[in-house]
T-cell receptor
Framework: DSGVTQTPKHLITATGQRVTLRCSPR?????VYWYQQSLDQGLQFLIQ???????AKGNILERFSAQQFPDLHSELNLSSLELGDSALYFC????????????FGSGTRLTVV | AQKITQTQPGMFVQEKEAVTLDCTYD???????LFWYKQPSSGEMIFLIY??????QNATEGRYSLNFQKARKSANLVISASQLGDSAMYFC?????????????FGGGTRLMVKP
């Protein structure tokens, strides 16, 4: 167990639907990052939250949104889903004062049918 | 421009031999960190090794070593004595700045296949 918990592990949904992916960071970590990994692709950075505030934004579609709550867990909301949104979505967390120490969750595999 | 480039989409290596996975990077920030991750078929991201831009020596972690050539902006991963369990996708990543609060940028990955 890496300490980062992602739920659900698998999700199958239909086009046009909306889903919410959840991430609980490792204890003490203030930053949460969301990444998307499409089939046989590298990880694409979507968005980062630090202590409840949005800190950095990557190639996140307007149909996607995220937030980090006071208890530091984060949710990634994906709406109006398309077949191309099928991917593995990773959450990672990190803490200040550490040169490295990014911890990844096991990912949520989203399949849009 | 790509910040992290991995030019080898796939590689084969014979069991027990050494293999080098290439990674070049692009940044104007003098302070940065370079990472390698392993992703087996099960999908999880496993941290392997880290190299800071100011580190004087190449990083080593067991059978993994990082051949860091700063002037060439390359950070190649060397796996010694390959094992069948090393078959996986390998990703190079970079953090710009000296703060673990900055995001990682990933390369496209190299699929390594170890032959018995």
């Amino acid at each position: 167990d890496s300490g980062v918990t992602q739920t659900p592990k698998h999700l199958i949904t239909a086009t046009g639907q909306r889903v919410t992916l959840r991430c609980s960071p490792r204890s003490g970590d203030l930053s949460v990052y969301w990444y998307q990994q499409s089939l046989d692709q590298g990880l694409q950075f979507l968005i980062q939250y630090y202590n409840g505030e949005e800190r950095a934004k990557g190639n996140i579609l307007e149909r996607f949104s995220a937030q980090q709550f006071p208890d530091l867990h984060s949710e990634l909301n994906l709406s109006s889903l398309e077949l191309g949104d099928s991917a593995l979505y990773f959450c990672a967390s990190s803490r200040p004062g550490s040169h490295y120490g990014y911890t990844f969750g096991s990912g949520t595999r989203l399949t849009v049918v | 421009a790509q910040k992290i480039t991995q030019t080898q989409p796939g590689m084969f290596v014979q069991e027990k031999e050494a293999v080098t996975l290439d990674c070049t990077y692009d940044t104007s920030d003098p302070s940065y960190g370079l990472f390698w991750y392993k992703q087996p078929s099960s999908g999880e991201m496993i941290f392997l090794i880290y190299q800071g831009s100011y580190d004087q020596q190449n990083a080593t972690e067991g059978r993994y070593s990082l051949n860091f050539q700063k002037a060439r902006k390359s950070a190649n991963l060397v796996i010694s004595a390959s094992q069948l369990g090393d078959s996986a996708m390998y990703f190079c990543a970079m953090r710009e700045g000296n703060n673990a609060g900055n995001m990682l940028t990933f390369g496209g990955g190299t699929r390594l296949m170890v032959k018995p």
